[in-house]
Structure formats: C-alpha cells, structure tokens
C-alpha cells in the first residue's frame, strides 16, 4: 500500500481533533503564545519542532509590535499626512503578519502536513489562538 | 439657522481678517477641519474589536475548565485566570458572550456587544467605543478641538473688544453684525447674530472647561500608560495595595506617550465588510493543506469572522436543552450551563463604564454609580438608540434558528420567542449576541 503521507492522497481527510495553544500573558498585552507542548500532539509531532515554531511566531510578533526609532517614524509619518499614506504603503505590522503568514505556510509545508497536521495562521483566529488540526491518519498500520 | 451663522461667522472673519490678520480665519478653518477629521477617524475605526471564539475553540476552553473545576456539580466561581506581569497579579475575566479569556485591558462594551481590547470608554459623543487602535485619534480629537474652542473664544473676545474700542462696549455687542450692510440680514437674523456672538461666548466659556479638563485627563492618563477603564476602577492605585502598580507602563512619560500616540497601529481582527455566509454548518478542514493559503487572508477572515458567528446561532438547540436549574437568571445560550449555573455571573463579569459621557473629568466621579449597572440595563436602554444603525449596517442571517436579524426595537419580550430560555434581566446581554455582535455598529 502506498504511504499516504503526501496530501495529495489525503484528499477529505477526516478532522480528528484541534489542538489549541492559548496566549500567553505573562509578559503583558503584546501577542505571545503559550511554549507548553500540547499533550494531544505527543504522538505526532517532536516538542522541540513544536516549540522552535511558536518561539519562532513569538518572535515575529513582537518585531511587529516592537517600539523603536522605526515605529515612531511611521507613526509620526503617517500622523502628518493624516493617514494617507497608508493608502500607498503598508504598515510594518502589516508586513510583518504577511511575513508570519509565509512562515506558517512554509511550516506547514515542510513539517506539519507529513505528519498529519495544520497550523493555522492566528490572525484567523484574531491572535486568540494557534490552531492545530489533527487529521485522522490513513495509513495503513498506523494506530490512531 | 446655518444662514445666520454664516452671516455671523463671514463678518467676523472679515473682520479679523482685515483688522489684525488673514492667518486667523485660515487657522481657524484647518483646525476645524483636523478636529472633523479626527472626529471620522476615532467613529469609524475598529477600536481593536475582538472577535469571538469559534465553536471549537469555546468547546475546548470549556474542558479545560471542568477540568480544572472537577465535575463535582457544585456551582463553579466565576472564571477567572491569573498571571503575573511584571511583578504584578492580574486577574484575567472569561467573557461569556465571547467565549473567550479576555486579555490583559480588554474589556467588554455591552453598548458595542464586542470585547475590545485595551478598552479605555464608550464614547456616545463618538458614538464608538475608544480602544487600542482608535485611542490616538480620540485623543487628537479632543485636543485639537480644545484648540479650537479656545481659538474661538479668544478671537470672538477680540472681535468684541476691538469692536468696543471703536463704539462703546455695549453697543458692540449689539451691533456687530450691523456693520455689515451687505450681508442683508433682516432684523430677526440680525437679533439671532447678535444672540449668536453672544452665546458663541457663553457656549465657548463652558466648553473650555470640558473639553480641556478632558484633554487635561486624557494626557495624564497617556502618560501613566493608563486606560480610563483602570483609572475609574483604581486598579493600578497605591491604596489598592503596597505594591500596587502599573505593569504596562514603560517607567518614563515620554516614552509612554511615544507608545500610545506613535505606536504600531495593528491592523483589525474583524472582517467588517464581509458577508455572512449563510447556511454553513461547520468551518470544514481544508481538503488540501496547500491551497488553503493561496486564499487570500481576507477571504479567510471572512470565513473566519463570519461562520463562527452563525455557528453559535446553529449550536443553540444543543445548548438550549439544560434549562435553568433554579430561578436565577441564566444565560441559556451558554454552554456553561453544563457545568452549573453560575448566579454568580453578574458579580463575575466586568462591566467597563458603557453609556459615560465622555465630557468632563469631573465627571469621573459620576461614572461610578454608572459602573456598578447591569448589563442589560444599559443595554436596553440604548438599543432603541443603537437599532437603526444595526439595520443599516449588516445582512440578516436567513438561516438562522434563533431569533431573526432584526430584532424589533430590542425589546426583552421578543426573545420569549426562543422557548424562553433568555431572560431578559440576564448580565449578559445574550439576547442579541450572536446577531448584534455579528457587525460594529460603526460602519466600515
């Protein structure tokens, strides 16, 4: 029987579970998630992967909403044309969720969707949660 | 009315114009116009609504929760968190109606039926709440229109007093628009001008001590890093506790300005011009991993923000079928009434100042009779003020099970219709939750 690792032949795959990784506070109000290695995922997935990817988003996300010269600029910018000019350009947050948008799809790509699994981009879950999606494994053999 | 005043404010400016400087009415004009453009900004922006929780993310906090409670059957307390920033132990609230743990300064507006976060007040003179990403406008708005209110007073006192060196003081004050032949104004529009100058000042006075006294909060409350929802509440106060103190501010003023008024703007969770997509049961799994992130992201706010909100409505004949075990007011729509019923909800849940008028630092000390009100009060209240708007602003879900869209002039009985599981004395403005909360009532 053919590995049914490639996504291709999980076509309608049926949802198992989602795992969801909540925020995590503890450093105040900018948007970090929860490093803590979800006990649904054990059989899937490495802790270590998981966590490089959420320090990983962390770190994105606090670059996005660092205060520095370069935010300040932007600010004080966009102040003075009174906001037109985010009609021509981007703002760095903005860039940045593109960014982390890449980085989620390359994870995705790469790491999670062998095993079985999506990540969901939190901005679709308006930055509450980083969704995890367990899809019921097909091959042939395989426990779950 | 707008003949006079135009009649009124021409000869002034001219006036002024000629007598002193053309700068003036210039000045005066691009003011007007900024306070205008902040007054836009700060109404139709999302103040950094959040959006609810899907089905499966509430269902999943919701384990999480018995879990941690023990299905012991006993009434639960009201669902708390806590976590330490910084040093200091905050206490983060659940939010019924969204499903979700608020974060850190969120708090939920039952005038907006949303959570927002870094809530500071509802503004009614805005008509919206000020938030995160709408604070610095706010805060440009009522600066410079304390500006413009003293730019005003100050020149129409000029206007009277160089007027008074030329005639005597009172009979400037009757004559000012007589000067003028050429505006043409009969003598009942010469009386309103002369009424005009007159309560132009008088309006000005009062305003000043408002507006400024409000500018004045505001700035002090930017350079504490403090939002008025804190401020009211005394969180942050060193009588609170020896320790007590502000763990989000940055140590300095200027750079707690900085961050507030120059900061990242974060771009909106909410997808407010999206349409509901009717008659979809479940947010269905991507077939193919791939493909799903060729979609652009706005399509998938889209689905994002609106399916889980008709889900709520198409998960309720569950939810509906635990009736409220004893005579208090129970929010049916809730899935927490598995776990018990939680009359402790109304001391549980945060209710920030709604309806403050925003006017007067003064009248801080007002908004405390009005933060110990119940949700629905307030919420009753203005949602006969509140309802035209949300015809105008969202499509009606057709397949919804629950209530229809456009509930008529939000009275409590209409929600009787649901197998009177709502009662309307419910602290958590549940009866229209899932439909209300579904647009912002600022357009987009």
Redesign the interface.
Known sequence: MAETHSLQDLQQPGVSSKVFVQRDYSSGTICKFQTKFPSDLESRLDKQQFEETIQTLNNLYAEAEKLGGKSYLEGCLACLTAYTIFLCMETHYEKVLKKITRYIKDQNEKIYAPRGLLLTDPIERGLRVVEITIFEDRSVGSGR | MKWDLAAFAQPLCQFLALELTPAIPVIGGVLFLFVL?TLL?TSFSDPGV??R??P??AA??ERQIDVANGSTGYRPPPRTKE????GQT?K?KYCFTCK??R???ASHCSLCDNCV??FDHHCPWVGNCVGRRNY?FFY?FILSLSFLTIFIFAFVITHIILRSHQHGFLKALKESPARYPFTKIGLSAFIAATALTNSTVVVCFFSIWSIVGLSGFHTYLIGSNQTTNEDIKGSWSSKRGKDNHN??S?GNIF?NC??A???????S??DRRGFIQSGTPQLA??????T??GAT?SQ??H??ATIPLLQQQSSEPVILTTSPENGVSLPGRNSLTLSGPCSSLPFGQPTPPTSTPSLSCHEATDMLPIHGHSHTHTHNHSHPLQEPVAHHHYLTPEEVPSPPGMLPCGSPHSHTMQAGFYNPASQDSLHEDSVRGLVKLSSV
């Not at chain 2, 008024?261 to 771009?267: N, T």
């Open positions: 453009g900004r959040l959006p929780a899907t499966d993310e999943d906090l976590v330490v920033i910084n905050v983060l979700i743990f974060p850190p300064r976060e870094r610095r440009m763990p989000y940055h750079t900085c961050a008024l120059c900061g990242p703007l974060p771009p969770l909410i799994p991507p077939t193919n991993g791939i799903m992130y992201q998938q706010s689905m994002a």
